[in-house]
């Protein structure tokens, strides 16, 4: 018995003493089932050792500025009701307000092309860190602005800065990697938008209510933006232009990219659709956190316990259902297209239109719900953003692979002036204005009311006109007003939902060709393409028309 249980606890290299020792030109036996069925760890060490330290460093910078680039956008939205009770600006309209966003993204659209013509010729890492440094210094210097015009002209110059980075970043990502690899890293990139969309409202706020001053809450990104200043400068790279394509193309004239753009079909509605996309972000951006708001207070009534509805609450709130939707919809939206894209070729444009289209009854219920039942309105914002984000990196991906690196960067400065310019630029002061006309139109004998009782401090309204002792209360049947008149407006993004998903269905048509169309000028200089029999011509032409069979760019070495 002893012996049985010492053979039992025999130790594990006592079973070698089993095995003979090996012999040249003997096979050994090997047991393929026990081989076929080990479950293998993933080496940290092996996927360590084969990480490209710099590329990765450089991508980690890029989605830190991309977050605290969003952060500083929607700080602002986050603390609306402060800034409309400052005694020092006398807001009296929402138009106003919205006219803060339009202004900062009117500069950001204009400047866009700038910043896309000196990122194709000169050095990325520079315009980076100039850009990023004056934002920041705008964002710092308009928090002492005690004048909202001084206020929205800083607000504005923010947009300058801002500019900058958002056209060269994809494309430095678009020359370190390539095809699916470029995809999963633009979704990180695009990743950072919804999160830091969600967390300014959470930071602005929260800091705002801790110092009881709302200029304090747009105080954090400039702290921010100055350690991303630092590391762009000594840790990130900037690559080759057209490096991950193994493109040697030289850059052309504006006129020629211009030209080359507009007759790109799939870029000309992708930028379309997009502009439908951004109309509905910039709105929602702005204007969610107030319109919960006063949702809610209309859902309250005369109860008790109104008096603990808070906008600070709220922002942070809705801060968390945006960032929610952006960590799963970015990513999905990028998975569910690199699964698809490889049986279905046109799979990007598709996967952008469906799930435009259904996020269209699902925020029009989330609108319309908002004064019922405040955490129903949470859950359908949720997963009308979740759809909406989807189409984030899908769209920065379509627009990096079907233009040639030498024009990615016009490329994307173009889609940013035309998509702001006709989407978020105008839609939170159209939102605003649309709701200010509805408003005697819901309810022509409405007046605001005055109150002195100091339990009602906390909820203010409009600032009056030279009675800034006063504070303004609404009744339940004022916040209901406000609530219908801002819902109204906002259903103004269903329909721009449905246009986007629209024209994304059309850039599927066109979108095979002209990714072709780019791979080939693109491939050009590896090894040359095109009929044997055809001569290879003398000087480049920057009128060719690439179809299929015909000669692709060639840029013959220019004589000194």
Not at 346 to 358: F, G, K, M, S, Y
Not at 426 to 448: E, M, R
Request: a neutral charge.
């Amino acid at each position: 018995m002893a012996a049985a249980r010492l053979a039992g606890r025999a130790r594990a290299e006592d079973e070698d003493l089993l095995v003979p020792p090996s012999s040249p030109g003997r096979e050994e036996p090997v047991n393929t089932g026990r081989e076929a069925n080990r479950f293998v760890f993933p080496s940290i060490t092996s996927w360590w050792g084969h990480l490209n330290k710099k590329k990765a460093v450089t991508v980690i910078v890029l989605v830190y500025v991309n977050l605290i680039n969003y952060m500083d956008r929607s700080t602002v939205a986050g603390m609306l009701e402060r800034i409309k009770q400052d005694k020092n600006f006398n807001i009296t309209q929402d138009k106003y307000l919205g006219l803060l966003q339009t202004a900062f993204v009117a500069c950001y659209m204009l400047f866009a092309p700038v910043f896309g013509y000196l990122g194709d010729r000169h050095s990325r890492k520079w315009l980076l860190a100039i850009g990023i440094s004056f934002w920041s210094l705008s964002t710092l210097i308009g928090s002492f602005m005690q004048n909202f015009w001084l206020f929205l002209l800083f607000r504005s110059f923010v947009g300058i800065g801002e500019a900058s980075y958002s056209v060269v970043a994809p494309a430095i990502i678009s020359d370190l990697f390539a095809k699916d690899e470029r995809s999963s890293v633009l979704a990180l990139f695009y990743f950072a938008i919804p999160v830091g969309t969600g967390l300014g409202y959470m930071v602005g706020s929260e800091v705002a209510g801790a110092t009881d001053d709302w200029r304090w809450g747009l105080r954090v990104t400039p702290i921010m933006g100055a350690v991303a200043v630092f590391m762009i400068i000594f840790l990130m790279i900037d690559p080759e232009r057209g490096a991950a394509d193994g493109s040697k193309l030289k850059p052309t004239s504006p006129i020629s990219d211009i030209k080359s753009l507009m007759r790109n079909k799939s870029y000309v509605f992708s930028t379309i659709a997009f502009t439908c996309v951004t109309y509905c972000a910039g709105a929602l951006m702005w204007w969610g956190p107030n319109f919960a708001f006063v949702g809610a207070k209309s859902a309250c009534g005369n109860k008790a316990n109104c008096g603990s509805i808070t906008l600070e609450n709220i922002s942070f709130k809705f801060g968390i259902v945006m960032t929610l939707s952006g960590l799963l919809g970015v990513p999905a939206g990028s998975y569910i297209s690199q699964m698809i894209r490889h049986k279905v070729p046109n799979a990007d444009p598709i996967v952008c239109a469906i799930t435009l289209l259904v996020s269209v009854p699902v925020l029009f219920f989330g609108f319309a719900t908002a004064n019922y039942s405040v955490s129903l309105c949470y859950g359908l914002t949720f997963f009308a953003g979740l759809l909406l984000n989807c189409n984030w990196s899908i769209v920065s991906d379509m627009t990096l692979y079907i233009v040639i690196p030498t024009r990615r960067g016009v490329a994307t400065a173009t889609q940013i002036l035309v998509s702001h310019m006709f989407g978020d630029a105008f839609s939170p002061y159209l939102v605003g204005a649309l709701a200010d006309a509805f408003k005697p139109l819901i309810s022509p004998n409405a007046t605001l009311p005055m109150s002195n009782d100091p339990l009602q401090v906390n909820i203010p309204f409009l600032p009056g006109s030279g009675q800034q002792t006063m504070s303004y209360e609404l009744t339940p049947e004022e916040y209901d007003l406000e609530f219908r008149a801002l819902e109204y407006s906002l259903f103004t993004c269903c329909f721009f939902q449905a246009l986007g998903s629209f024209f994304f269905f059309v850039v599927s048509w066109y979108v095979i060709s002209d990714k072709s169309k780019a791979e080939r000028q693109i491939a050009c200089n590896v090894d040359i393409l095109g009929p044997e029999n055809q001569p290879t011509p003398d000087r480049y032409r920057e009128d060719v028309d690439f179809r299929e069979g015909t000669q692709p760019i060639y840029r013959r070495p220019v004589d000194t």
